[in-house]
């Protein structure tokens, strides 16, 4: 991340996104597969860690990632052609738009960092209670003896799929294929990200 001073004066903290240049590798239609979509393929790999059959759908290009876009209205977007090279000159400066990634793992937790429980009381009599969950309510409530569904407890924390909506571009840097975007975004540096208009 990085700080992004605008010319009328204001500092944003901005994340720099180095936005390869991606290929069209399919596109799905009604007619054939159901529904309309546009598949795009990134990331130029070495040929020994990509099988045979992403680099035969690929037209012999070895890509190692694929992403599909669905359309909201079910119209597939005019001047899309198969092949065809999407970089980042189709954002602009100022537009909007929603960054999508995984988001980092943070390993089992309890149920304070998980969940933002409070915790027992720090009283006299309380040995090893600060930071446990409580009572579960499982005995003789309306669960009927069971532990009830959702039940907020210690588990694995992080590792999804977050989406964060209303980011800002504040510039295009088509030398360097670089995004800088307002705020931050969830994952870690080397994470894929989707940047969606």
Same mark, same amino acid.
């Given at each position: 991340?990085?700080?992004?001073?605008?010319?009328?004066?204001?500092?944003?903290?901005?994340?720099?996104?180095?936005?390869?240049?991606?290929?069209?590798? #399919?596109?799905?239609?009604?007619?054939?597969?159901?529904?309309?979509?546009?598949?795009?393929?990134?990331?130029?790999?070495?040929?020994?860690? /990509?099988?045979?059959?992403?680099?035969?759908?690929?037209?012999?290009?070895?890509?190692?990632?694929? /992403?599909?876009?669905?359309?909201?209205?079910?119209?597939?977007?005019?001047?899309?052609?198969?092949?065809?090279?999407?970089?980042?000159?189709?954002?602009?400066?100022?537009?909007?738009?929603?960054?999508?990634?995984?988001?980092?793992?943070?390993?089992? #937790?309890?149920?304070?960092?998980?969940?933002?429980?409070?915790?027992?009381?720090?009283?006299?009599?309380?040995?090893?209670?600060?930071?446990?969950?409580?009572?579960?309510?499982?005995?003789?409530?309306?669960?009927?003896?069971?532990?009830?569904?959702?039940?907020?407890?210690?588990?694995?924390?992080?590792?999804?799929?977050?989406?964060?909506?209303?980011?800002?571009?504040? #510039? /295009?840097?088509?030398?360097?294929?670089?995004?800088?975007?307002?705020?931050?975004?969830?994952?870690?540096?080397?994470?894929?990200?989707?940047?969606?208009?």
């Amino acid at each position: 991340m990085v700080t992004v001073f605008t010319e009328d004066g204001l500092a944003y903290a901005a994340t720099v996104v180095a936005a390869a240049p991606s290929t069209v590798t #399919q596109i799905k239609t009604t007619e054939k597969e159901g529904y309309n979509a546009v598949q795009i393929g990134a990331f130029e790999g070495k040929e020994k860690h /990509v099988n045979k059959a992403q680099i035969g759908h690929a037209k012999g290009k070895i890509l190692k990632h694929f /992403v599909e876009h669905r359309q909201r209205d079910g119209k597939l977007p005019e001047g899309v052609e198969l092949g065809a090279t999407i970089d980042v000159s189709v954002f602009t400066a100022g537009e909007k738009v929603q960054v999508s990634a995984i988001s980092k793992g943070r390993g089992f #937790q309890g149920v304070v960092k998980r969940h933002g429980f409070h915790g027992g009381p720090r009283s006299h009599g309380q040995k090893h209670s600060e930071r446990s969950p409580g009572s579960i309510g499982g005995s003789g409530g309306r669960a009927g003896g069971r532990v009830a569904k959702g039940m907020k407890m210690a588990g694995r924390m992080g590792q999804d799929r977050v989406t964060v909506r209303n980011l800002k571009v504040l #510039q /295009v840097i088509p030398e360097t294929n670089e995004l800088v975007i307002a705020g931050a975004i969830p994952g870690r540096r080397g994470t894929v990200v989707e940047v969606r208009g």
